[in-house]
């Protein structure tokens, strides 16, 4: 539901979306070509938009020490970023040491 106090930043983004379109037209219709496209609608059949509860949850969950940033906001809807800095002493994930289970174990 639409919040009174969210609305200078509704504003102030659609007056910012309505100037970036006018700046760069260009850019207006190569996204309208985007979400047109039919294999847009196939990727959000796999990649849902999902509630701001959800992401609020299950980011920080995985990626301990993001931050969210709200990159636009409209009557009943925010458009969400959230970035994570790998931290530098953080090595890459490994497979677990496991045998393989088709070879027969060596002999003791």
């Known amino acids: 539901p639409f919040q009174m106090r969210v609305a200078p930043r509704v504003l102030?983004?659609?007056?910012?979306v309505a100037w970036q379109g006018m700046a760069k037209p260009d850019f207006r219709r190569a996204l309208r070509r985007?979400?047109?496209?039919p294999r847009w609608s196939v990727m959000l059949q796999h990649n849902p938009m999902r509630a701001e509860h959800e992401m609020r949850w299950y980011l920080p969950s995985r990626f301990v020490g993001g931050q969210f940033?709200?990159?636009?906001?409209?009557?009943?809807i925010e458009i969400l970023a959230f970035r994570w800095?790998?931290?530098?002493?953080?090595?890459?994930?490994t497979a677990?040491?496991?045998?393989d289970a088709s070879r027969p174990a060596a002999p003791v």
Request: without cysteine; proline residues 13%.
């Open 96 to 99: 677990p040491n496991v045998e």
């Open 34 to 37: 985007l979400v047109e496209d």
């Open 12 to 16: 102030r983004d659609k007056i910012k």
């Open 85 to 93: 800095d790998k931290p530098a002493d953080e090595a890459a994930p």
């Open 69 to 76: 940033a709200t990159l636009n906001r409209g009557p009943r």
